[in-house]
């Protein structure tokens, strides 16, 4: 029996003509198909598999719904998009709610070895205090030129880490395909897990899945869209 959102989460939920004109429905070949996706899948068509958008709905509700209590109950998220077409889109997310992020690269051991990344986290504070300070100014020109190229590279690799004060309650992954390794740190250190799940991936390695084309930019920025304003609402 298909269980509905509720009319709050309903609200933001895109409608399926949104979802069918964002190519949300479009999963991947039949090749690469990853039998644990079968109860998403509504149909083969032309050597593609097409998801079923009512099983669509019915995960990102469930995940909306997890998220908003996971925030609401003062819970850390961590939110990772490190495709290109998910990059920007997760980073606006979590700036929105005032959560960390990791877009473009996942370096490994962000979960596992915790401390040895927060010790980056405060070495780059460090050098922008000392920086702001005037401290800089003791250095030679190729020192300082030297010490501004580290800063910025440790910005690139760091700065959506800046309010990841302790490991994370819950990640949300924009894609399950591309996020491989973050969730396999996030087994290990039990954490929770959501995220989009197309039809190559194992759907169980998630615990909230929303299966959707997690490789059109399109079908991303509609379910990346409806969580930011459901997490947004009063």
Known sequence: ME??????IESQ???????????????????VFN???KPFVYVARDNIYI??????????????????????DG???????????????????AEEV????????????????FKTIISRVNYLESLEKEMALGGFEKYTKKERLMKEKEMAKLRERFDGLRKLTRLPDVIFVASARESDMVLK??????????????????PTVLDFPVPANDNARRSIELIINAIKGHLKSS
């Not at 269980?3 to 709050?8: F, I, K, L, V, Y």
């Not at 998801?51 to 609401?72: C, H, N, P, V, Y």
């Open 75 to 93: 819970k850390l998220v961590l939110f990772v998009g490190l495709s290109a077409q998910s990059a920007d889109l997760v980073k606006g997310l």
């Open 98 to 113: 005032n959560m960390p992020y990791v877009i473009n690269r996942w370096l490994g051991g962000t979960l596992t070895n």
């Open 185 to 202: 740190e996030a087994k290990k250190t039990k954490i929770k897990t959501v995220g989009l799940v197309n039809t190559e991936s194992d």
């Open 35 to 37: 039998p644990k996706m």
């Open 51 to 72: 998801i079923d958008l009512i099983k669509t709905r019915q995960g990102l509700s469930e995940a909306m719904d997890f998220l908003k209590k996971a925030m609401t």
């Open 13 to 31: 939920i895109p409608a399926y003509e949104e979802m069918v004109k964002a190519g949300m429905h479009f999963g991947r070949k039949k090749s």
């Open 3 to 8: 269980t509905m959102p509720n009319q709050s």
